[in-house]
C-alpha cells in the first residue's frame, strides 16, 4: 500500500509542475485568523508556496520568521522543520492570519512525518524530468484540466487500494498522451503545396510566381511550428548538368524571395534543391509538357506535435 501511495504522490507531484494551470487564488481578510489545509502545488521562495484546499481553492502561504513547523506526534511536541524543507506534493495544516496583500501569515504548520518524506524523495526525481519537459515543449500550449485531475488521484490513493488503481490508470493515459504530442514534435505533415513556373533557360521569377509565394508566406505567418520546403526542377531541353544547375538556381530564387522579402526564418526554411530533369509532371515532348516541368515546388509543412488538430490538405497545382 505505501509503494501505491508512492506512485501516486510522484504523478501528482510531476504533472503537476508540468501542467499547473491558473486556479481561483483565496482573497482573505486582513487579521482574520485562518486554518487551511490541503496540499503543496507550488513554491514561490523557500518562505512563500501555495496550498490548494480539497475544493480546487489555492491560498498563498507566508512562513512568519517565529512560525512553529513540526511534524505530528502521538507523543511530545513533534520535530521542527525549517520552511525550506516543505515541498509540492506535501499534505499539511497551516494556521495564521491574513495579511495586507490577502495572504495568509502562517504562525502554525503541521504534517506526517512519513509524508514530508515521501514527498522530499519524489520532488527531488521529479524536478529534472519536469525541466527537461518544460523545456522540449517550450513552445507548446500547456495542457489543461490536469492539475484537478491528479489531485484527486493524490486524494484517491488514500480511499484504498481499488480505488487508486483506477484513478492511476487515468493518470498513465494522460502522462503517455502527453509524450506522444512530444514525441510529434519532429513528425511534419504538409498543409499546403504551391507550383511557380519559369521561362526556358531563367531562373527570375515572374510577377505571378512572386504572388503565389506572397500567398505562402501569408499563410505561414497564420500557424505555429510551420516548415517550408523548396524543390527546383527543368524541363529536358539542353544537357542534363546544365538543367541540374538552372533547377538549383530556380530553388534558390524561390528560398531567396521568401526570406528577403517576407523575413521568412532561416530556422523555417531548409536547404533549397534542384532536382534538375527528374521527376517530371508532364511529357518533355510537347510544348506545354515542358513549361509544367520548368517549375520549382514549395511545400508548406506544420509539425503534427504542435499543431495535433491540423487539417491535411491535398496538394494543390496551379496548373501554371
Do not use: C, W
Not at 99 to 120: E, H, M, P, V, Y
Amino acid at each position: 500500500m505505501k509503494r501505491v501511495s508512492a506512485l501516486f504522490m510522484a504523478l501528482a507531484i510531476g504533472v503537476v509542475g508540468a501542467f499547473a494551470q491558473d486556479a481561483q487564488l483565496r482573497n482573505l481578510v486582513n487579521g482574520q485568523k485562518y486554518e487551511i489545509k490541503g496540499t503543496i502545488v507550488s513554491k514561490e521562495d523557500d518562505n512563500t508556496f501555495i496550498v490548494r484546499d480539497t475544493v480546487g481553492v489555492d491560498t498563498r502561504v507566508i512562513v512568519a520568521p517565529n512560525a512553529s513547523i513540526r511534524a505530528n506526534a502521538f507523543i511530545g511536541s513533534g520535530d521542527r522543520y525549517p520552511a525550506a524543507s516543505l515541498v509540492r506534493g506535501l499534505n499539511l495544516s497551516v494556521e495564521g492570519r491574513g495579511d495586507s496583500n490577502g495572504s495568509l501569515a502562517a504562525t502554525k504548520i503541521r504534517f506526517d512525518k512519513s509524508n514530508l518524506q515521501t514527498a522530499q524523495s519524489i520532488d527531488a526525481r521529479v524536478a529534472p524530468a519536469e525541466e527537461r519537459l518544460t523545456a522540449a515543449e517550450e513552445n507548446a500550449k500547456r495542457v489543461s484540466g490536469q492539475i484537478d485531475e491528479l489531485m484527486a488521484i493524490s486524494n484517491a490513493a488514500r480511499g484504498g487500494a481499488k480505488a487508486a488503481q483506477e484513478t492511476a490508470d487515468a493518470a498513465v493515459a494522460g502522462v503517455n498522451a502527453t509524450n506522444q504530442r512530444i514525441s510529434a514534435l519532429d513528425e511534419y505533415v504538409v498543409q499546403s503545396t504551391a507550383t511557380v513556373n519559369f521561362r526556358v533557360n531563367s531562373a527570375v521569377l515572374s510577377p505571378e510566381a512572386k504572388q503565389q509565394l506572397d500567398e505562402v508566406a501569408a499563410a505561414a505567418a497564420t500557424l505555429r511550428g510551420y516548415y517550408i520546403e523548396v524543390t527546383g526542377f527543368a524541363s529536358a531541353e539542353g544537357n542534363a548538368r546544365a538543367n541540374k544547375i538552372l533547377s538549383d538556381r530556380r530553388a534558390q530564387a524561390v528560398k531567396d524571395y521568401l526570406i528577403m522579402n517576407h523575413n521568412i526564418p532561416l530556422r523555417r526554411i531548409g536547404n533549397s534543391y534542384g532536382y534538375g530533369i527528374a521527376n517530371p509532371v508532364a511529357d518533355n515532348t510537347t510544348r506545354e509538357g515542358r513549361e509544367a516541368n520548368r517549375r520549382v515546388e514549395v511545400k508548406l509543412l506544420v509539425s503534427r506535435g504542435i499543431n495535433q488538430n491540423v487539417e491535411v490538405r491535398s496538394t494543390a497545382d496551379d496548373g501554371n
